[in-house]
């Protein structure tokens, strides 16, 4: 007599023998996982803009032709760089209505100064403005040159020591330039290194350097050439 549980067991095989034709289980699919594209990034032209100052072949442009253009034309800036002044920068008490804590022009500075005055005035260069940055060494500078009245000019001030101000007072510099284009007469300005290199974007000048700058008719100012101190 077979077992209860050998019974049982041998049905079960039965069972499963008589089903298995009816099961057909699924492989699970796998969730659709949806490609996000990234958007591609733009390519934009880093150049500066219409704001930046163009340069002309200023090699090709010898002293006595920019005297010439200064002479005959209109609407041109001389930024000068002052005369010599030893050192760098200014003292840390500096104080800028108090000379004695600037850096000042030296007795060769001086010198320097007149005779950059002299040679506009041997070469009959009409200036309309004398304009000045409120440090004493360009305001010394300004008067020794004796082109007319000297006007303290804030804009132009130094911002070595203080970058804050730098795009504002660029901003403006260039917005002055743009709208003296027709000026009759030559617009001298004393300045510093750094206002000038900035304008520019490359030029260096020394002590008594001068740059002349003129916008032309898109508003783009451009670089006309250079005056060495003498």
């Not at 077979?2 to 057909?24: C, D, E, Q, S, T």
């Not at 032209?45 to 032709?65: D, F, H, I, L, Q």
């Not at 403006?172 to 290194?193: A, D, P, Y």
């Amino acid at each position: 007599m077979m077992r209860p549980y050998l019974i049982f067991g041998l049905a079960a095989v039965a069972l499963l023998l008589i089903l298995k034709p009816f099961y057909n289980p699924k492989t699970p699919e796998k969730p659709t996982v949806a490609t996000v594209q990234e958007p591609q990034k733009s390519v934009t032209n880093n150049k500066k803009n219409s704001n930046t100052t163009a340069k002309t072949n200023v090699s090709a442009n010898s002293e006595a032709e920019i005297w010439s253009r200064l002479r005959e034309g209109r609407g041109y800036i001389v930024m000068m760089r002052h005369a010599l002044a030893p050192g760098i920068g200014d003292p840390l008490d500096f104080k800028l209505n108090d000379c004695s804590t600037q850096r000042n022009l030296s007795d060769e500075g001086r010198k320097q100064a007149i005779r950059i005055g002299t040679a506009f005035r041997s070469k009959k260069i009409q200036v309309s403005r004398v304009l000045s940055s409120q440090w004493c060494r360009c305001l010394e500078t300004a008067k020794l040159l004796n082109l007319g009245k000297v006007e303290p000019f804030p804009v132009i001030n130094s911002f070595f020591n203080n970058y804050k101000t730098q795009s504002q007072q660029t901003a403006k510099l260039r917005q002055f330039i743009v709208n003296n284009r027709n000026t009759s007469g030559v617009i001298v300005m004393i300045t510093h290194e750094i206002i000038i290199t900035t304008i520019t974007g490359d030029i260096y000048p020394k002590s008594g350097d001068s740059v002349v700058l003129k916008a032309n008719a898109q508003n783009k100012i451009e670089v006309v050439g250079q005056i060495k101190g003498i």
